[in-house]
């Protein structure tokens, strides 16, 4: 059985500060990982993705994810918030023995401060 | 290119009703996926369409949602009766044909469904 932990509902930070979006997985199997965004009245865009290559993965916007399996954590991380920044995130994992099926963490809303 | 739709944006709709909700994927994507996340829950994997076979319904909740996909283009996902517990956001997700290597997941905006 795969699941996906997300550690913090809510993350305040202010602008031009780092964020960190903390996720725990676990798998029984070499996972796939995502990180996705939805910004308000928008759809779900994805952020970056692990799929057994580098462990350290760099999306768009500036974010980056280090898939740690020792620790079994994909944290998402970026240096310097921007106000668009603001926004859900969603950690998610692919199942190995599944064609396409991905199963979603609880969200982590995002909250910049000026 | 356009990107995936949905189609209303927003329902709102009785117990006991019936209500048919639309997805259009990105043109040439074999792949059509269906997610709900009700209040305060997860969002949940429903069920995935290879053009117009159902490869994958282990998430359908129950015999009140029928989901098809005539001709491998657009999808309908019906909820009939609908439940108070059916209320919730339903997203609809794309994806190129194959599984290798894995394709990301285009998805809609999603559509809000609430059930008074």
């Known amino acids: 059985a795969q699941s996906v932990t997300q550690l913090d509902s809510h993350v305040s930070v202010s602008e031009g500060t780092p964020v960190l979006l903390r996720c725990n997985y676990s798998?029984?199997?070499?996972?796939?990982l995502f990180w996705y965004v939805q910004h308000p009245n928008k759809g779900l865009q994805l952020l970056l993705k692990?799929?057994?290559?580098?462990?350290l993965v760099k999306g768009i916007n500036g974010f980056e994810a280090e898939f740690k399996k020792s620790e079994t954590s994909f944290h998402l991380t970026k240096p310097s918030a921007h106000m668009s920044d603001a926004a859900e995130y969603f950690c998610?994992?692919?199942?190995?023995?599944?064609?396409?099926?991905?199963?979603f963490g609880a969200g982590t809303q995002v909250v910049v401060t000026p | 290119e356009a990107g995936v739709t949905q189609f209303p944006s927003h329902s709102v709709i009785e117990k006991g009703q019936t209500v048919t909700l639309r997805c259009d994927p990105i043109?040439?994507?074999?792949?059509l996926y269906w997610y709900r996340r009700v209040m305060g829950k997860e969002i949940k994997f429903l069920l995935h369409?290879?053009?117009?076979?159902?490869?994958?319904e282990s998430g359908m909740p129950n015999n009140r949602f029928l989901a098809e996909r005539t001709g491998g283009t657009y999808s309908t996902l019906k909820v009939q009766p609908a439940e108070l517990e059916d209320s919730g956001v339903y997203f609809c997700?794309?994806?190129?044909?194959?599984?290798?290597?894995?394709?990301?997941?285009?998805f809609g905006p999603g559509t809000r469904l609430t059930v008074t």
């Open positions: 997700a794309s994806s190129p044909p194959g599984t290798i290597p894995f394709y990301e997941q285009y």
């Open positions: 798998s029984s199997y070499s996972p796939s």
């Open positions: 692990y799929t057994s290559a580098a462990t």
């Open positions: 998610v994992v692919k199942q190995s023995d599944s064609w396409g099926k991905l199963q």
């Open positions: 043109s040439g994507h074999d792949n």
């Open positions: 369409f290879v053009k117009e076979s159902k490869q994958d």
